[in-house]
């Protein structure tokens, strides 16, 4: 990373210019008050807590009025949407997250909601954590809670269905089976609502309105929110949220891991009217495509044709990232390339909105790659710790283990 790109890292994405207008936000609806209140009553009857962060943005997601009260409780923290997380930096030894959390002795578990194999492995701690009172105890409260939109109730059907195999015809009896209600946008559950899902001890899971700080610290932590998700759009304007995401993908150099498909694309336009490679696929009787599938290609080659804009941007930039106002310059130059790559009419008046909606959707269904927006704390001494390792790695590869079959070559006892 450069010295300027450090530096603007530092004084925070958020804080740039263009982030500076668009009037002020705010973040907090009033319903999320009185939900707030609801759900601090309810906690303290909770015998264990699952919350809820987006895996995207593992601390910024935390709800920090809530926090107190949480580390007081039997709590399980589940990093929701890992499909759309970096596995990287998720699981790498030195950066990951859950190494993080380990280390504050905090019970977190990476899941994806829809994939009943990682809800199970969450389920497992649960009840490893509950063992104790699960014994003593006729019913048990576990909640759910979390900020907006990060998946607590797309959780709770899964859990409930996890249940309903495993208890049949027995919890539901009496209660039909229920789901709870799950959407793309911010704010879908209003109330707390209890699903069954263990018999004898009764266990009860609630769902719960998902809720955000009355104030957000900074500007940078409301961005990331937004981009994952958790505040409505309008909130903060398409347009500045589409404006941060460029910002972070060429803070990062993100654009230029997408050299390769610009070169795929470059000789695919070059060999367009020279085609002479053979293809076994090109053996196969012709057959009319299934229906949909020219939808999946037509997103395919969006996806391409923007990742490709981006490229060339970033790669022909001679500015100064460093710069603010070059790097707003370039911003700039991409929403002109972009409005291209994602066919949106030119003299379209709300051209701009458009863009940065398609290009939103495009980051937040993961197709422009798996993404972790916050970074870990205290990553000097995990990243150090890393190289450490590495360098000691490195020494037995490229020194001790050629020394040590020389050794053995020629008969010398050597032992490491
Ligand atoms: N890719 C992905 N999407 C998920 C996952 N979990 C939930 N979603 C999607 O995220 C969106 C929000 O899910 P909800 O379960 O409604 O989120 P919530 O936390 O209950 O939201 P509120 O009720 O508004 O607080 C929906 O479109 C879900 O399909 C996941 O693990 N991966
Ligand atoms: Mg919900």
């Not at 994405?13 to 008050?33: D, S």
């Not at 895996?55 to 709590?75: E, F, V, Y």
């Not at 990951?96 to 009943?116: E, G, L, M, R």
């Not at 367009?272 to 012709?286: F, I």
């Amino acid at each position: 990373m450069g010295r300027g790109v450090a530096r603007i890292m530092k004084k925070g994405l958020g804080e740039m210019g263009f982030n500076k207008g668009g009037g002020t936000i705010n973040w907090f609806p009033g319903h999320m008050a009185a939900a707030t209140r609801a759900i601090r009553d309810r906690l303290k009857l909770a015998d264990l807590v699952i919350e809820v962060r987006d895996a995207r943005i593992p601390l910024s997601s935390a709800n920090q009025d809530l926090q107190p009260m949480l580390t007081g409780k039997r709590r399980v923290i589940a990093l929701n949407k890992r499909d759309l997380a970096n596995p990287n930096i998720m699981h790498v030894l030195g950066s990951k997250w859950t190494h993080y959390f380990d280390t504050y002795k905090q019970d977190c578990v990476p899941i994806n909601a829809h994939s009943k194999s990682s809800v199970m492995k969450l389920l497992e701690l649960v009840e490893f954590k509950l063992k104790e009172v699960i014994s003593r105890e006729p019913t048990l409260l576990v909640m759910v809670v979390g900020v907006p939109n990060v998946g607590k109730s797309a959780l709770i059907n899964s859990i409930h269905q996890i249940a309903s195999s495993r208890f049949p015809g027995k919890m539901f009896i009496w209660e039909k089976m229920k789901r709870a209600r799950v959407g793309p946008l911010p704010g879908v559950t209003q109330d707390i609502a209890g699903y069954k899902i263990a018999h004898q001890p009764s266990i009860y899971v609630l769902d719960t309105p998902g809720v955000l700080v009355p104030s957000i610290p900074d500007i940078e932590t409301g961005l990331k929110l937004a981009l994952a998700g958790s505040v409505k759009d309008s909130v903060v304007g398409e347009e500045r949220i589409a404006q941060y995401l460029l910002a972070v993908l060429n803070t990062r150099s993100t654009p230029l891991h997408w050299k390769h498909l610009n070169n795929r694309k470059m000789e695919g336009l070059n060999k367009s009217d020279d085609r002479h490679e053979y293809n076994l696929k090109d053996l196969l009787p012709k057959r009319r495509k299934p229906p949909g599938d020219s939808a999946v290609h037509y997103i395919e080659d969006l996806v391409t044709e923007v990742q490709c804009a981006l490229y060339t941007t970033l790669s022909e930039f001679h500015g100064n990232l460093e710069d603010e106002s070059d790097m707003e310059c370039l911003i700039e130059q991409q929403f002109e390339v972009l409005q291209k790559a994602l066919k949106i009419p030119h003299k379209a008046s709300e051209a701009r909105t458009m863009v940065s909606k398609k290009f939103l959707t495009l980051f937040r269904t993961g197709k422009l790659g798996p993404f972790i927006l916050d970074d870990v704390p205290g990553k000097g001494v995990f990243a150090l710790r890393c190289d450490i390792g590495f360098a000691v790695h490195l020494v037995f590869i490229l020194f001790l283990k050629p020394l040590q079959m020389l050794c053995l070559i020629y008969g010398t006892k050597f032992a490491i």
